[in-house]
């Protein structure tokens, strides 16, 4: 990853928390927002024994009939049509602010209880983009309502059980396929973070043996990331915990068992990333205190070699020097000695050797990984 | 932004909270604070038929009058009228205690229960003066009173959606009112918190291609004053807290339902805040390992320049020595040799070699990025 | 302030936390402390109609004679009268236990409910000793005992208040007059606040335009002093809250919404240490980094002049050897060039430019604030 | 430990943290992982009289009856043969989700009230391989199933008390077993800590004496081991408490106080933690600024030999140039002076003398530790 | 405190932390550990008039005979005799597992309800040892059973109180026994902290004045010894608090408000502990900025040596070169002018001049504390 990798990845994310669509108008208006993607909605009706899926454009009365006894799953994927929205809110007589929290995208998950359905907002993380996606459901009495913000889930295989009624799911109620939707959504973070685990592992050993900038550029980009998913997940855990712990009628027992499962595994994966994120920051230290050592050890050549030579060179100033030894037998007579030139080497080499020896003895040189 | 546009921003905010006008008098006293505004009172009357506005600058009973099934919005802004305000405690039997709060602006956000009304403190984010501004409401059976800091608000539209019957705010009571103001209120903190964001995206960029001390600065800035937002919402948050959570009767349901929604708004900015604090927090360790990058960097080319130069040196200095060769064989045969000179220059380059391929094996020079 | 003015301002307080006079003793034993001054008693009687003030020296039952419906406020100021100490605590029957807190002046903030007493212990921060100074309260029925550990007091205004009939303080019981002591305390905690707050001020001012160590230790210093005085105020903060939510007797519900506002002073109080802590630390990573910015700037000063001239330097020490050109060819025929010299300042020149160049191509010159 | 050693050991656990195996399949599936080894199963069956003890590779219904007043232990090691696993889920009703969790062997520790049983998931840290291997428990009227993840245990020393019906073992029901086996496991942890506590005292020693880069690497290593310790023991301590808390029919009185000592034990296993993290946070900042003390010696070497004889060079440099003394009077007399070179040499020394005289005076020569 | 000395005080506590005695055994077992002392039995028993106290080496039925009305104090000194051990455990009628903890002395300090008595574990700091003894409590009714680990206590004072009946002590039951002893034992700890306090006072000064490395090394050992100290008085809070809030018929109501003042006590504790910390912590932080302030004035120093006299040097190098002046006029011209050794060292002091004038124009030279 290029620094300019890591600036186009995290750049869109920080403004665009803070924008609000519906920020300036009246309470519980549904308004598409501008990115909004064509609606297309799927509808499914099962119980034990029968199974029934079409998928439209449009609503109709009709494709929302409900049967006693049976669940209706009516599932709208892209958010841009605002009518179906509405027409959805009335059949199922759902309050004006939840259908504003499902077109405003930006919503932390919570549950909400609004007495006859629950209003569930959960997101998955979207792996390319570093961005995570909202899921919003309505849990009610024979129907469950989920609204997704873009086209391509995960939900393929809970669709594949039900069509051929693998497993308890057929048998059970709408809100074991809640907790089936939801686990679902939850089992999608393993992958991501373990992508994350590998990256951390590969850096840890790049930075054990080749420690550079980039790296500390990378970490530094993967702990905001961690931060970021860190927040996600936190308020998924809650929303499982309040749907476990809070006595809605609408979650029977045996699902609620599932549930607990599920809360597991958020609290699973807040440990994961809490472990990760300390782990970067265990690295970002190792940096620092590896280039402390280098520039230790950096400053210490310097220092040997400017402190041996800057002496000895002033010796060879200062016979350098042009004083008239004519004028006066005072001006450097060691000029015309008969050893001059070899005493003069003797000082230095002796100068050169102590200076070392006192290196030596201070444990500048010679000892190893200092 | 200049470092003493950084200075003049931040100065005024420090001492001044530690300033209370009325310590110095008995509890209950009401005395316009010295910079108060000249007050204006707008006074709204409606139920679901029926709309009247009137703008007064003095109160009379006339105008304060309330007829049952009917809301009383009366609206003060600029708290220099202290008559005024003891009257509308005296006509709707509010405490002391919080009249005093109204006009001593520094209050936190709060709710507080009196019984027959509810007290509420909000504060709203000033956009161009980094400062917040104080609004009280009196929150009654049929009536709310509020008190504003400073002219110019953002209630504009909620007049207008009550002068035109816009929504459902004309059916609902006082208790939808108040959240309907409060909601405003919070909504107004979103742009703000987005301007931070792109400012610190911008920043961000700028780091990461010319890091300098500037930015860091500017980052502490924004630290500092994200911290001080951080210290207005989060009360803000404990306030619509109570009042979704206090069973007060004041409050009805429906209401209690909306401001839910306002809640999850305030827990969204502190999110948001938080965010880009540790964002903040992140950039500047960014910019602390890149300058420690840079210095480790400039201390290894001097070190690499200075270690090859000085032992050079010293050989010119060597045989730049005036030992007087007349004077005996020894000193200084070299400068007599034939192949003298170029033996010493092939003495400097092995030498300069020799000391390269060295830092090259150290790693200090050749590899890119250390 | 001078270093030696910081040192001399915190020493005292550290080891004399962890004195307790009545360590090795009974528990209960009540015994002046060393340092106790003298004590002077005053009494002060009243409701609505009457009001009656004496100064004594010495207790004797008469002074300490209630009446019904009147409220009695004695006042003892310097603690060194052990006799009248005791004489108090048979006359109200205080437990040993509260009494041996009276003498021991080093207790933390609390409200004790002994049942038909509450006895509340607050501190009153000395402006100019930075140390804290107890005041003990015993509320009863009808009567309101205070031990000042000093004499000098900010309770004046409130006698003033009983003694011409201001306000409703006559016509309170003795639950409103403990409260309007606490809150008379509190308030003092204003200004005091507000010369850290303007010292910050001065000190970032400061800081900005001329960095310089003792800056730092003054920073250190008013952490630790803040933080002294936030472990005076937090308890305040529990005393006042347990006084406000504990629902004890002796105080009424009107005492307890004065109460209440209060504990809003101490939550403020909090709110503005906590800010000038956070502003100290921020000013000092302020400082941090501007060290290292400057460290940098004057290791890049260093290492361009060094790494411009020790190769020139080199050059010139190479054309001042003296090896023998007539000895032989080889030696050194640059010297005798026409153009020798003219060529080696060119040499110099550009190698000296190209450095320049380099310098410049990595950013290290002519880009300001690097 | 060299510097691969610690990345070898490290590095398997970060991305398999993340893996699931059963993420993609139904809720309640139990498929064995893939590195799940053969199955062994140990059955005892005992009461304070009797003890049968059979250890075999199939089960079947006679190996799995129980006689009232008698405790059943099923013990299977390995946890390969998912028919055996279904079979015992059968065998005593346990439910799916934890038979799945049996299988998954990631799961962190926790107790889970299924109404006629408890599910309890405990972990074992391995000594060699710094990772921890899962015992699933169920505890139920009568029985206790137990699952270890790998072959080879610490309850050998059990199994004999239960043959030689040592100590109560024997006479106490299936809570007690369970109790000691999560007590045996416990203990286990003891030695390993023990391990840690005597490598961060000899780091100690060697830190102090010679510090080098090698031990920063172990303490960090060190660091994040605790830190994966303690992501093990905390939810330990939260297992037992809730064993000890929830009023589980199961557990009985007795047990309850075995296991609240148990419980003690855990709570003791974090403060041995914390403190092992503590004092290696504190052995990193101990190097730092041992680091930082040593770098600022050897600047300070560097500074006093260069600015001693930096200036003295000059004056040979200046000494040593050919100006024409015979080109006319001002060029240099000062090398034809009859006490030129004397006064040189003084004004050297003298130079040199008042440099280090200045040095000592600022502190930087003659008084140690500095 | 040299280094040696600093290192032979913390090594013994680390790895010992984590040793625990009876950790291969079964629950309950009651070994004497080996390095238990000798024990010494002392037999108190009292009521308001009478007065009782034998010494014994071997306990029997006698001297363990209680007589209604008469508190019985047994207190053991030296757990070496397990026989006298398990005799009172018989007597009394103890749980094993408070046995066995009375035996291994690494307890944390708690309270535990057994119904007929309760059992508290209190651990006293060893002054010269830097480590913590533990006292073992048994309060039931009408006797008290105490177990020292070591001999030497601080309860003489308390005997003596009762040998000679003074205060309240012979009149009140076993629980003001108790809450005698446990009292004692927190005031030893005032004295211990306050040494802390004196010494940290100290260290401040010579920080100040000469700060080198050795304060740095003893600041962090205080604090890792102040985190010790913590990690005991935190439980000894929580056992005390435990005492008062629990409501066991075992503590009378006189005795629960004793206890209520002894909690004060260790709160008080816990904040001079966190004071002495953060004054620690505050206390590196000076020593830090005061080592980064010294590191660069000496960069600054060096700096502008080098800087002004590297191209000085230069110049003289620069005529100190050979060019042949006979070979052509072009060469050296400079050396044969009538001012040229003038000018030369005009140019060098116009030079220097500059550059010091820069120097101060950047602020690095005769601008004090920089």
Known sequence: MTREGARKRRTPSL??????????????????????????????RYDAERFEEIQIERLDDKALERHPGQVLWVDMTGLGDIDGI???????????????????????????????YLFIVARMLLRDRHDSEQLALFLGDGFLLTFQQRHGDCFEPVRERLR??????????????????????????YPLLEGYG???????????????????????????????????????????????????????????L?????????????????????????????????????????????TIISTIFIPLSFITGLYGMNFDRQASPWNMPELGWVFGYPMALT??????????FWFRHRGWIGRRDR
Not at 99 to 115: A, C, I, M, S, Y
């Open 86 to 116: 509405e027409m959805l809110g009335r059949a199922f007589g759902l309050h004006r602010l939840a259908l504003e929290d499902v077109v405003n995208v930006h919503q932390r998950p919570k549950t909400e209880d609004f007495g006859d």
């Open 347 to 356: 000082l230095m080499v002796v100068l050169g050797a102590s200076l070392l």
């Open 198 to 256: 590998e990256r951390l592992e590969a850096l840890e050993d790049e930075l054990i043996e080749r420690p550079h900038g980039r790296q500390v550029d990378m970490l530094h980009a993967m702990k905001r990331e961690l931060m970021g998913i860190r927040r996600v997940i936190w308020p998924m855990r809650e929303m499982v915990n309040s749907l476990v712990r809070d006595e809605s009628a609408l979650v029977g027992a045996p699902a609620r």
């Open 258 to 302: 599932y549930l607990r499962d599920c809360y597991d595994h958020t609290i699973q994966l807040m440990d994961i990333v809490e472990t990760y994120r300390e782990t970067a920051s265990s690295l970002l230290d190792v940096y620092l205190s590896s280039m402390s050592t280098r520039m230790n050890e950096i400053m210490k050549v310097l």
């Open 15 to 44: 403004s665009r928390l803070a924008t609000r669509a519906g920020a300036g108008r009246a309470p519980g208006t549904v308004v598409a927002s501008p990115d909004a993607s064509q609606s297309t909605i799927r509808i499914i």
């Open 164 to 189: 051929h009624n693998k497993g308890r799911i057929r048998a059970a109620g709408a809100d074991y396929l809640a907790y089936t939707l939801i686990d679902k959504l939850i089992d999608e973070y």
